[in-house]
């Protein structure tokens, strides 16, 4: 009779590893300064989330170095960054945290790791197509679309604030287009042609 | 002294008091702001998680507007700021990044080469106008009025720009110079949560109850901003926060060109203080005693 061995699934062979490890540090800026980690922690004490996360932007480096990119994609962790900066700017390695979690985000979104409705996502494609279609932001229509299609009920209890913020001339009800907007449209279609920076 | 002006979406509406301000305080002290025409939105943090750079890109439309206008661009949205500096960063820095903005920008007719500065109002007033001047064009004093000065990250981080990481000190002085009590507390750089408050409130909520509560116990009236979105969520979600903390949170959140204005002598109305959801109770405005000819 065969032991099951249970460690198998998580076990990766040191050169798939380093190959994979390679890969990856490929599509993030400076990302081969993360070699420099020294695991003291500062940036997971300077966030101000890193309470509710699931790994810790300290392990998050250290999963990654170790080439568990599926974990960290699975994780609350990248979804929770704020884009603060505080991890970044006390790194005494000088270790880009916040650009390397924004690329695992991008990779996530790529590869559509999250659930449906995922309110990081919805809100993002909602963001994107304002621009597509008018240039600019259009808050109304952002809000509306957000909760629509992630928490619908929670529109009614918005309306009276949209309804305050309208009278105050703080909210438009309708979307005020640029004039160029056909230009916006031609670089957006061609730089998602293009390679990523 | 002139520059040219990147409001950014939300100065059009929800951070419509801050537009007005920044306007009425350049226009009271003299210094020209013209907006870049037709300008777009930046692209906020919601690209840069999707593809940087088509992100970098339509960013990039911007300061390629503004290139021949022959000034610093002035972007008062933290966000924008951070935004437009991020583009500029990657243009000098990485030529095959500036090779493929231009070759984005290029379906527009469009190209960027010279580089334009981004400064943020409130280091164009202290460090180019200067706090001297400033003081000797006020009307009014601010008498015994408490205000913590609210940094919040991106004017601030990644990268030193015009004032310290971990205490600024840019906005305390313009406050001093203006009579104001400056309240020393430990937030002043600490995040609001910015989207968060959208896609994980429960974060968010959190993390303006932390910055509210330290304000207060610091003795705080006000709290003055420098960002729309950090002047939202502070300022309207306080009655969620007061509903889910038991707390009693009532802070009038100002933007920094608002009690500027206000000393500067313009009327609070084209300050747009009459459209701020907290209503800021007795600000302690006093005029300056009237200087005796000679």
């Known amino acids: 009779m065969k032991t099951p061995n249970l460690l198998e699934p998580k076990l990766k ?67 929770l960054c704020a884009s603060c900066y505080s991890c970044r700017v006390r790194c005494p390695s000088g270790i880009l945290v916040t650009d390397l979690l924004y690329a695992l985000k991008r990779l996530a979104m790529d590869k559509k790791i999250y659930p449906e409705k995922f309110p990081v996502y919805v809100l993002s494609q909602a963001f994107i197509s304002n621009i597509y279609k008018y240039g600019r932001n259009y808050e109304l229509g952002l809000g509306i ?18 309804m305050k913020m309208i009278t105050k001339g703080r909210m438009s009800i309708t979307p005020k287009a640029i004039k160029k907007v056909s230009e916006v449209r031609a670089i957006i279609d061609k730089a998602s042609q293009l390679g990523e920076v | ?67 021949n206008m022959g000034c610093d661009i002035c972007a008062p949205c933290s966000s924008c700021y951070t935004i437009l500096r991020k583009t500029n960063r990657h243009m000098a820095w990485n030529p095959h990044s500036r090779d493929l903005i ?23 007033l202290v460090n180019d106008y200067g706090i001297d001047q400033i003081a000797s064009r006020i009307q009014y004093r601010f008498d015994g009025l408490k205000v913590a000065p609210y940094y919040g990250c991106q004017i601030v981080r990644p990268v030193y720009h015009f004032d310290d990481l971990d205490d600024p000190q840019t906005m305390d002085r313009l406050f001093d110079a203006l009579g104001l009590e400056v309240t020393d507390y430990p937030n002043k750089v600490r995040c609001c949560g910015g989207m968060l408050m959208t896609t994980f409130e429960d974060v968010a909520l959190h993390l303006n109850d932390e910055l509210l509560r330290c ?37 009038p959140i100002l ?33 300056l005693s009237l200087k005796v000819a000679v």
């Open chain 1, 13 to 79: 062979r040191e050169d798939e590893l380093h190959a994979a490890f390679w890969e990856q540090i490929k599509a993030i800026p400076r990302g081969e300064l993360i070699q420099n980690c020294i695991q003291c922690g500062t940036c997971t004490g300077s966030c101000p989330v890193s309470y509710m996360m699931d790994i810790t932007p300290r392990q998050t480096v250290a999963l990654f170095r170790a080439g568990h990119l599926e974990d960290i994609l699975h994780s609350r962790t990248i979804w």
């Open chain 2, 1 to 67: 002294m002139e520059y040219a002006y990147y409001p950014g979406c939300s100065l059009e509406y929800t951070g419509k008091p801050y537009d007005l301000s920044i306007r009425e305080v350049f226009k009271t002290l003299g210094i020209g702001l013209r907006e870049i025409e037709d300008w777009n939105c930046c692209g906020a943090t919601m690209y840069m998680s999707i593809k940087q750079l088509v992100g970098l890109a339509v960013s990039a439309r911007n300061l390629a507007l503004a290139q």
């Open chain 1, 145 to 162: 679309r957000y909760l629509l299609r992630t928490e619908p009920m929670k529109l009614l209890k918005s309306a009276g604030f949209g």
């Open chain 2, 215 to 251: 304000a207060e116990d610091n003795g705080a009236d006000v709290l003055a901003t420098a960002c729309p979105l950090c002047q939202m969520n502070l300022e309207s979600y306080q009655s969620q926060i007061n509903k889910r903390y038991n707390t009693q949170h009532n802070m």
């Open chain 2, 255 to 287: 933007y920094f060109s608002q009690l500027l204005g206000l000393a500067l002598g313009v009327e609070p109305a084209k300050l747009g203080i009459d459209t701020l959801l907290v209503k800021p109770r007795d600000l302690k405005l006093k005029p």
């Open chain 2, 102 to 124: 231009n070759e984005a920008l290029k379906a527009a007719n469009l190209s960027y080469d010279k580089m334009v500065e981004v400064r943020h109002p409130l280091d164009i």
